[in-house]
């Protein structure tokens, strides 16, 4: 009698285990065919169960005890993080797992432009919702993440390039990303060294370059701009050149009138002399070069052709004839 309610015990206890392995492979298949990928969203403050209750109801996992039960198996329950995924019905629970404890999120693409102020990123990133700007605005005074670079502040420092991030990234790691390229791409020893040579501090290049940016758009003009600039600070004479002004107009409106040229700021190089205390938007790699290596020219004036170009002089005489000929004719026409 005892042998027989002993052999029953296995017995049950062997189909007990069956049963459950059974429920348990199939759980742990696929949810369906259909390999279309989808987001898959982990926000912050999810737990094991949230997510596995969240993928259940997207009808991407078939059970959710199962796929917890197959994190606590691989012991991976408190690695799954934050951002979005792209995964499928089709895909096995047990891949859903490693795709979401991974880190490998959908990263977008997002394009900083030459000659790009800290709150025109800002502006940016907010609208392609990679960030907040308040937020943004404030990791840039994040005296931390100027660590290797001489300047109290990040303008002129978040290079110009295409990143990709992800809808959950931090906005300090996008900060932080944007400095560490600035020093990849542009804090060269040979950069450093040049700026010695010519008797500038690299804040001073990356101040003068962030100006050579914002006045021409042309590959060919840069070097002849940054050739005007030397020139003039060389003769100790003011820069007067409009984005500084620009700059520092506190809510600018796309005209530059008289009584701005007087406004009282360092940035306002119609007013001091010398460059303005730092850089006034991030300048590209060939702006910074061009900084570091302008034409050797006597020309100390340009003035816009109005198509993109400038005229360039060497005398005011030739100046204020050029300024007749691309500025006062035209307004009159």
């Known amino acids: 009698m005892r042998t027989t309610l002993i052999s029953c015990f296995w017995g049950l206890l062997a189909l007990i285990w069956i049963i459950l392995g059974l429920l348990y492979f199939q759980a742990s298949r696929p949810m369906s065919g259909d390999t279309e990928l989808q987001i898959f969203n982990v926000i912050p403050g999810m737990t094991l169960k949230k997510v596995s209750q969240e993928l259940s109801r997207q009808n991407l996992i078939r059970s959710a005890i199962a796929f917890q039960a197959i994190a606590l198996i691989q012991d991976k329950q408190k690695l799954i993080m934050i951002g979005e ?37 800002a502006n940016l990133l907010e609208k392609q919702d990679l960030a907040d700007k308040d937020t943004f605005l404030q990791q840039t005074k994040n005296m931390e993440l100027v660590t290797g670079i001489s300047a109290d502040s990040l303008e002129g420092y978040l290079f110009p390039e295409t990143y990709h991030f992800g809808k959950f990234t931090a906005e300090k790691t996008i900060v932080k990303k944007m400095v560490e390229t600035f020093k990849e791409r542009a804090l060269k020893k040979e950069f450093l060294k040049r700026a010695r040579e010519i008797g500038f501090t690299y804040h001073e290049i990356i101040t003068l370059a962030s100006l050579i940016e914002k006045e021409t758009g042309k590959d060919s003009e840069r070097k002849q701009i940054s050739s005007v600039f030397h020139n003039r600070l060389k003769k100790n004479m003011r820069l007067q050149t409009d984005p500084t002004v620009i700059y520092a107009i506190e809510n600018f409106d796309g005209n530059i009138r008289k009584r701005d040229l007087k406004i009282d700021s360092p940035y306002n190089t119609y007013r001091y002399k010398g ?59």
């Open 275 to 333: 460059l303005p205390p730092g850089p006034i938007a991030s300048p590209g790699l060939k702006s910074i070069v061009a900084s570091l290596y302008p034409a050797k020219t006597s020309n100390l004036y340009f003035v816009s052709r109005q198509d993109g170009s400038h005229q360039f002089s060497a005398t005011l005489n030739e100046h204020n004839r050029a300024v007749q000929k691309y500025q006062l004719q035209r307004v009159r026409h």
């Open 85 to 121: 995924y792209n995964v499928s019905p089709s895909m096995l629970p047990a891949d859903i797992l490693q795709r979401i404890t991974s880190g490998k999120t959908v990263l977008y693409p997002v394009t900083i432009p030459e000659g790009y102020r800290i709150t025109e990123i």
